[in-house]
């Protein structure tokens, strides 16, 4: 029985009871699109109701977990409002990982039943996942969704806004994955704030094209079915799909990762498709070369979105800038989202003045409910009631943020800090340069020296010449001590374009080994 305080329940809106509202508003509009199959508002809903009835018939109770492995798919966005619907906690699968990492997360979370996608059969079969049960998405599960709908759980529009809804995975880079666990209140707050620091419209439509166990694609397609919008389903990153959707779609927000947009440019411009448009497009411009911005800009005449946020507080704390049609940036200062609250802080956790770097803490509705089992984690994180970011910033006068780095990718080298994302920014502004990523090397006399990876565009440009960009524009004890060229698909990423810093100071370590021998 519920119960929370009549009054306190009319204050509260959950999930599926927006996707209700559309479902009204507009059942035959087209809901989900993936592959030539659509299905409306109405046509979903009913699935979705059926599926929900069969798992509460078996026993599923709110805040038990089912896990997903699969690729982009409409099953997947019809689990996601299943577990709206029914107050479950969907946790979704990075299929790119080894068996022992997708091992340890689907354990992590004690899930009650794993959904996975004949494509990723062999990897549930290798894996001791320890779910006693498991639904073939290409097999068993089409009977749950077509049978006759069942009544689900009539209190669910009654939900706790708090009860969870989805985990998604943070990246692995300096030991296992984390499970963030994200409710339903941060779910509509963040597509509160997106509507409201973005020129998205409710109605428009989406291209889930990125992996949905990613907060990309899967924030996006919660905002698209509450705001009543098209949620087209892609099978990962196509070029020529995307290029051929977006010259017939009309698009709100059109996802374009850092790594992928010199494609997307070149194949409209191999194809001659002429895009029909965009609200904004891109993400994470600091991991973007300027000539990219520009030319990709005009192509969608579209602003490019200046974001920073993380799975942890979803597009905010600061996305609500973006660079304008055509424009070569040279400042990528990020405005504050609205509905948060920030503050820069040193190690002592003392705020920081203008103009000093300091790590970013957070306050929002947006953010998430903590990791999933990491008490001490979260005791960390989330000391003195405000979440700890790991990203430092330094704060205009005018009050925009200026990105320095990750925290843990500091260099300290002979007493000095050095942050990597000062020096790529230099290299990237230059039109010879495609890709620079800089790492740290351990040195004898300094501690630790930064290293340049470059992909270049002129075969022409040396090591000194990318050494001479830097000098007059960063602090001498900051240049690169070496260059190492290589191609622009050499650059180790995750699936959310992110370059993998770890594998490249690998690589660097491997090649002082081979000398030394």
Not at 256 to 280: F, N, T
Request: glycine share 8%; charged share 25%.
């Amino acid at each position: 029985m519920n119960t929370t305080p009549l009054p306190l329940r009319a204050g509260q809106l959950t999930v599926a009871g927006m996707f209700q509202q559309q479902v009204a508003r507009h059942p035959d509009r087209v809901a989900l699109e993936c592959e030539g199959r659509q299905l409306s508002y109405q046509a979903l809903a009913r699935r979705v109701d059926s599926v929900a009835g069969a798992l509460l018939a078996q026993g599923l109770q709110r805040g038990d977990r089912m896990a997903i492995l699969s690729e982009n798919r409409l099953e997947y966005a019809e689990l996601e409002m299943v577990a709206a619907q029914l107050g479950l906690v969907l946790a979704c699968q990075n299929w790119r990982q080894s068996d022992s990492e997708l091992e340890y997360c689907i354990r992590l979370v004690s899930p009650r039943i794993l959904f996975y996608s004949a494509r990723q059969a062999d990897a549930v079969g290798r894996i001791d996942h320890g779910v006693a049960q498991t639904i073939n998405l290409d097999q068993s599960y089409e009977a749950l969704a077509s049978g006759a709908a069942s009544a689900a759980d009539p209190s669910a529009p009654d939900l706790d806004p708090e009860t969870g809804l989805v985990i998604l995975y943070t990246s692995g880079t300096t030991g296992m994955p984390k499970g963030a666990l994200i409710s339903q209140r941060a779910m509509i707050a963040r597509s509160v704030i997106a509507r409201l620091d973005s020129p998205v419209q409710p109605g428009d439509s989406f291209i889930a094209w990125a992996p949905m166990f990613h907060m990309v694609s899967t924030d996006t397609v919660y905002a698209t079915l509450m705001s009543g919008g098209k949620v087209i389903v892609m099978d990962g990153l196509e070029v020529e799909k995307l290029v051929e959707v977006t010259s017939r779609e009309f698009i709100g927000h059109l996802t374009l990762m850092p790594g992928m947009i010199d494609r997307v440019i070149e194949e409209i411009d191999r194809s001659g498709l002429k895009p029909k448009g965009a609200r904004s497009i891109g993400c994470m411009a600091d991991l973007v070369p300027a000539a990219q911005i520009a030319r990709v800009t005009t192509l969608y005449q579209a602003p490019f979105r200046n974001s920073f946020g993380s799975t942890e507080t979803g597009g905010a704390p600061a996305s609500r800038g973006t660079i304008a049609v055509g424009v070569w940036p040279e400042s990528l200062s990020k405005q504050q989202n609205s509905h948060c609250q920030i503050k820069l802080v040193d190690e002592n956790d003392v705020e920081v003045e203008d103009g000093q770097p300091g790590e970013l803490a957070f306050r929002g509705p947006s953010l998430f409910s903590g990791y999933w089992d990491a008490d001490e984690t979260n005791a960390q994180d989330f000391r003195q009631g405000w979440f700890h970011m790991g990203d430092v910033f330094v704060r205009n006068p005018d009050g925009t943020l200026d990105f320095v780095d990750r925290r843990k990718y500091l260099i300290k080298s002979g007493g000095e800090n050095i942050y990597p994302a000062e020096i790529e920014r230099v290299l990237l502004a230059d039109a010879r340069v495609l890709e620079a990523v800089v790492v740290r090397r351990p040195d004898a006399r300094w501690g630790e020296v930064p290293v340049a990876f470059v992909a270049r565009l002129d075969e022409t440009l040396s090591a000194d010449d990318v050494k001479s960009l830097c000098r007059g524009k960063i602090a001498g004890y900051k240049l690169p001590k070496d260059v190492v060229f290589i191609g622009l698909e050499e650059f180790p990423r995750s699936t959310t374009g992110k370059v993998k810093r770890h594998e490249l100071e690998q690589r660097l370590g491997a090649a002082r080994l081979h000398a030394a021998r």
